[in-house]
């Protein structure tokens, strides 16, 4: 590294680190818009997680010579989150977490799809560096199945059900017909899709789809099936298994970005169950249903009112109450993303194996919106759980959030185009907007109130499970059990949600943990504001902070409420 000023030394190895990033992970690099020497999107090979862990390593210990003292509030940020990232590198290599990659729901497949429904094209040249990149995706498919087979041999065994659901959903994505496929959606899309050179690369694109994709996505799949005769775990717990114990804690301090242990979260996850379940029944009393909670749940789940008649009327529903959302959005937000989002549904041929909802963020450099997916059946999504679902996913939640920091041009380009790596900040800011719809108005009945609360449960009930499957040797059916209990959500969402939590441990950590950090802040700031408390400054404090480790949200938000209680000092003198 080079000598100089402290300042200069983080914005060098942000730099060099971002440069690391785009190397060795180009679907990060290209989704945020950058411009690469080849068409590779993921380098996985042993060899590449070999190199990337050294690597790592030569700017860790750069990072660890400068002055934390010398530098700036967001510097410092900037410098904890350079030693996280890296250190977290190290770690997970350390387990061998490349010899065990997810397989579900977040697996190859889904990833490489997830990419295509977020290109973009817009003349030959995109089209055609597009129709290069999907070439690419069978040799990344079978480089994570390499991995899978070092791992074998070293003795790491999946699970029988994830291995099962992660070949479901390859196989769901396989019924799609390869012209309404994914692999093929960015040129449905295009502006340019009438010009004859694009369509020569759509039909490029279709033969690449059906002669190279789908062989190798069948194959991926018949590779997970193989997996279940030759050792499939019939436990879930990630600890069954060479040094499982420290690969659960590397992902849990990961997901939460804290230091705390599994036994401390399972902890905090049976005292918020009790807190939250003293409201609902609160509630329940408003819906006509005392002393009866299980008669309300059971009307919840078999009423058909609460159940859109089909995937359209119930994508139409949900862009109703986006627009509603909208229109309160000044009132509490005085940073607004230039870009907006659509809705879609999620195909039916994958909806029973993903959740209710999820977020596609708008590209990095402006050219598609963000997407809110929406369950394609109905039953997964009633209309009690829409506010809820709208102001998580949409709008002020994750669409609004990830917009804002594309935007923001002053942080480092590693921290603009990073938050899937700060589970607890994104999905805490995702909560803490469920519960500011209360003061936006958007409940008005106690079901949707109801609705609220079974989703900060949901979230609750993932620090029990989560921690009693990997930790305490929970069984599937313990899991499930214990989940349908206390939610109202059908048997098969809710075994799909154990089956993630299975495939990917401590994943499922990080929400309540960072909505409840994010309440804590609100709090301090109301306490140490009092009248003068703003939202508009609480949010925009929020997020521009970005995308961030809870300790680090914490001393941004308090060095801004410090700079905004002086500033009030001396308007007041």
Known sequence: MNAGRPSQCVAEIAERYWQLECHELPLTAAMAGVALPDAVLFRESIDDHVRRDRRAGELLADAELIDADAISAQERATLSLLKRELSGLRAQYAVDSHLRPWLFPAGPDFTAMFWANTASISDAVSASLYVDRLATLPRYL??????????????????????????????????????ASAWLSPFKRSPAAMLASVQAQETRALALVREDLIPSLQAWAAFLEDLIPRG????????????????????????TSTATDPDAVHALGLA?????????????????????????????????QFVAPNADALRHAVEALCKRVDRRIPEFFGLI?????????????????????????????GSSAGIFWISGMPSKAPSYLHPALVVHE??????????LLNEQTDTPAFRRYGAVKYTAC????????????????????????????EMEMWRAVRLVVDTGIHAKGWSREQAVAYMAERLTLSRETIEAEVDRYAALPGQALGYQIGNLKLRELRQRAEG??????????????????????????????????????????????
Do not use: K
Request: hydrophobic share 40%; proline share 6%; with cysteine.
């Open 232 to 255: 499939a775990r019939d436990s879930l717990s990630c600890i069954d298994g060479p040094a499982g114990v420290d690969y659960y804690r590397v992902w849990v301090r990961h997901f």
């Open 528 to 573: 140490r504001l009092g009248t003068r408390f703003s939202h508009r400054g609480f949010h925009e404090a929020v997020m521009t902070a970005g995308a961030v480790t809870l300790p680090v949200l914490d001393d941004l938000v308090s060095d801004w409420l410090q700079r905004e209680q002086e500033r009030q000092a001396v308007d007041a003198a």
């Open 272 to 304: 918020e169950v009790a807190r939250i379940d003293a409201e609902i029944q609160i509630v329940a009393v408003e819906a006509g249903f005392a002393d009866n909670l299980a008669g309300y749940r059971e009307f919840l789940a078999s009423d058909p």
């Open 394 to 403: 949409a709008w002020p939640g994750h669409l609004m959030h990830l917009a």
């Open 426 to 453: 994104i999905e805490g800011w995702a909560l803490y907007c469920e519960t500011l719809g209360i003061e936006m108005g958007l409940y008005t009945t106690p079901h949707e109130h109801y609705g609220r609360l």
């Open 337 to 365: 993303p230039r870009i907006t989002y659509g809705v879609q549904s999620i195909p039916e041929a994958v909806s029973a194996r993903m959740p209710p909802a999820y977020a596609q963020p708008s590209a990095a450099d």
């Open 142 to 179: 079978r480089e994570v199945q390499a991995n899978i087979e070092a791992g074998h041999a070293r003795g790491y065994r999946y699970p029988r059900v994830v291995l099962q659901a992660g070949a479901g959903n390859t196989r769901g994505i396989l019924s799609v017909a390869p012209e």
